[in-house]
């Protein structure tokens, strides 16, 4: 039977579209729900039907009859939204298509040349309704499309939910740290009240936690709120704090975790610290100075807190990891009444895998590169943290030596406050690493640009060479902790001991000759040891302890206005 608009041969040539686009027959009768006009560019193929229409989104035609009593009528012809099954042929062959009304079948074609869609040699059986090769209508496949892809969601989303109880699952089984989920059932459930807990003042605003000043059961304590929203981050210093031979002189004493919050304030999980109040080490060189001993002695400090954060060990029975910090910073050091220093804030923190690990133990890798990469604070991120080139093959190994570099900034902030060091014995206004150079508030762009693509480092006098007082060389042992090379670069253990070599100068005689990489403890155990610490995790910043923030920090500042380098 010979299809009712079998008229394409009167067609202009003027209206055949140019090879790379498909030129389909269209008409659509009237009363007929719906449009395909919009897929496709209507042309004038003189007076009357049938009309041309090049497509746009596909090549493929289409065409829809309707059977009734016998008798076919076109009901829609036109371009097809996408290319689909059935449209790699050449002709039309209609097929009957499912859910027609009673009393009527209709059939669809798809085919792939031009004007294809003209005419039908045939019309199969109406018995053969609901085919296998039936097509659906150019607007059911956008609804068929939709209801697939929400199937697919739900899908992906129940597989989300039973893998993350594998994984918990697994994790329990090997004794690491169990992933929970951040409701506030399961942190309200886990955690206990802290009924004898009193909040006296604010003293530190971060992004992920509000730091105060309280009491428990009497003792004087730092208190860090975290609020609901915020529990992963709280898990994961916590489990930082809690992981086993922690305790140091010079690493901020964990006292308890629990929940609570002040006056009307929902509670929220908190972590209990010991409380330092003379304040971060930003904060204390801002208002003092130190002499060249005493200089010393805080930069010894700090070097043997990272230097411990770093070493793998056994001690007592206890495994403690190796730990990389990743957030090293002056807001982040606090200052002992002794003026030693202790390193804080360990929410960026990660365990590292190491060679002597028990079998029942091991450190959670982070989730990815971008895990590893984004976190701290930008003006002490390592030049190969800013231009994302960290060897993640060694990933732990790579992040110690990044912590070495933020040391380095560290020392150089506090030797710039020695007057000893000085001609006049003045020493100059308390900066930053690189606010003589960027300011403030250095953007990554601006950070990159002086530390990775110029290698630049903050400036060193040279009345710091010339001082009889340095007989180690302070420039070489910064520059050998800030070297471009993180391969070149010392580690914490031999920065420790080459400020003891500077501290102690008579008990160095067992340091071994060109410390580089890594040394054999230097000095005895009989060595003088700073008293017991009084701890406070964070105090009110001025302006010039106010520096740019990385994604992964708790104190975030308002980043600089202007972006270019």
């Known amino acids: 039977m010979l299809g009712t608009l079998g008229l394409w ?34 042309l004038d193929a003189g007076a009357g039907p049938p009309r041309v229409i090049r497509c746009l ?12 009593q016998g008798r076919a009528q076109v009901e829609m012809q036109g371009c097809r939204d996408s290319d689909e099954p059935g449209c790699e042929s050449l002709h039309c062959d209609p097929r009957p298509r499912a859910h027609s009304g009673p009393g009527f079948t209709l059939f669809t074609c798809s085919c792939g040349a031009d004007l294809c869609n003209a005419n039908y040699s045939h019309l199969p059986p109406p018995g ?7 097509q659906a209508a150019p607007g059911e496949s956008i609804w068929m ?21 594998l994984q918990r699952k697994a994790h329990s089984v090997q004794g690491g740290p169990e992933p929970e989920f951040d409701s506030e059932r399961d942190w ?34 730092a208190i860090k709120a975290f609020p609901p929203r915020a529990v992963a981050q709280f898990r994961s210093e916590k489990a ?64 043997k807190g990272l230097a411990f954060l770093h070493e793998e060990r056994w001690q007592h029975g206890q495994y403690k990891p190796g730990i990389a910090h990743r957030d090293l910073s002056s807001q982040n050091v606090l200052i002992r009444e002794d003026r030693s220093c202790v390193i804080g804030d360990l929410g960026l923190a990660l365990a590292l895998p190491g060679l002597s690990q028990p079998p029942t133990w091991a450190p959670t890798p982070p989730r990815g590169p971008a895990a590893i990469m984004e976190a701290g604070t930008y003006r002490y991120m390592a030049p190969e943290l800013l231009d994302k080139t960290l060897d993640l093959q060694d990933w732990g190994t790579a992040l110690q030596r990044a912590d070495v570099y933020s040391l380095a900034l560290l020392l150089w902030e506090i030797l710039s406050r020695c007057p000893d060091l000085s001609p006049d014995h003045r020493s100059p206004p308390f900066q930053l690493a690189y606010e003589a150079e960027l300011g403030s508030a250095p953007t990554t762009c601006e950070l990159w640009a002086l530390a990775v693509e110029q290698r630049r480092r903050p400036y060193i006098p040279s009345t710091w060479g010339c001082s009889i007082r340095d007989p180690g060389g302070l420039r070489e042992l910064l520059e050998d902790c800030w070297d471009a090379d993180p391969e070149a ?77």
């Not at 579209?17 to 006009?37: D, I, L, Y």
Request: charged fraction near 10%; include cysteine; hydrophobic fraction near 40%.
């Open 9 to 42: 041969t009167w067609l202009p040539v003027s209206v055949q579209a140019p090879p790379n686009r498909r030129t389909c027959v269209f008409f659509e009768a009237p009363g007929v729900q719906g449009s395909t006009k919009t897929l496709g560019e209507l």
């Open 57 to 68: 989104y596909s090549r493929c035609c289409f065409g829809i009859w309707n059977l009734t």
């Open 128 to 134: 053969s309704l609901g085919a296998p090769g039936s």
């Open 145 to 165: 499309a939709l209801v697939i892809l929400g199937l697919f969601l739900l899908l992906l989303l129940l597989g989300s939910i039973v893998l993350a109880l």
């Open 188 to 221: 309200s459930e886990e955690l206990p009240e802290l009924p004898q807990l009193c909040f006296t003042q604010v003293i530190q605003e971060g992004g992920h936690a509000v730091v105060w000043a309280g009491q428990l059961q009497g003792e004087l304590v």
């Open 240 to 303: 930082m704090y809690e992981l086993p031979g922690l305790q140091h002189d010079h690493i901020v004493r964990f006292i308890t975790a629990g929940q609570g919050g002040p006056g009307p304030l929902p509670p929220g999980p908190l972590l209990v610290l010991e409380l330092y109040p003379k304040g971060s080490l930003c904060h204390y060189l801002t208002q003092h100075t130190n002499d060249w001993e005493s200089s010393l002695r805080m930069a010894l400090s700090l070097a």
């Open 489 to 565: 670069r010392l580690t914490a253990e031999c920065v420790q001991q080459r400020l003891a070599t500077l501290t102690y100068p008579g008990e160095a005689d067992c340091l071994p000759e060109g410390c580089e990489h890594s040394c054999a403890p230097l000095c005895p155990e009989d060595c003088p040891s700073p008293p017991a610490p009084v701890i406070l995790p964070f105090m009110p910043q001025l302006s010039a302890c106010h520096s740019n923030q990385g994604p992964g920090s708790r104190n975030p500042q308002p980043a600089n206005a202007n972006p270019h380098v």
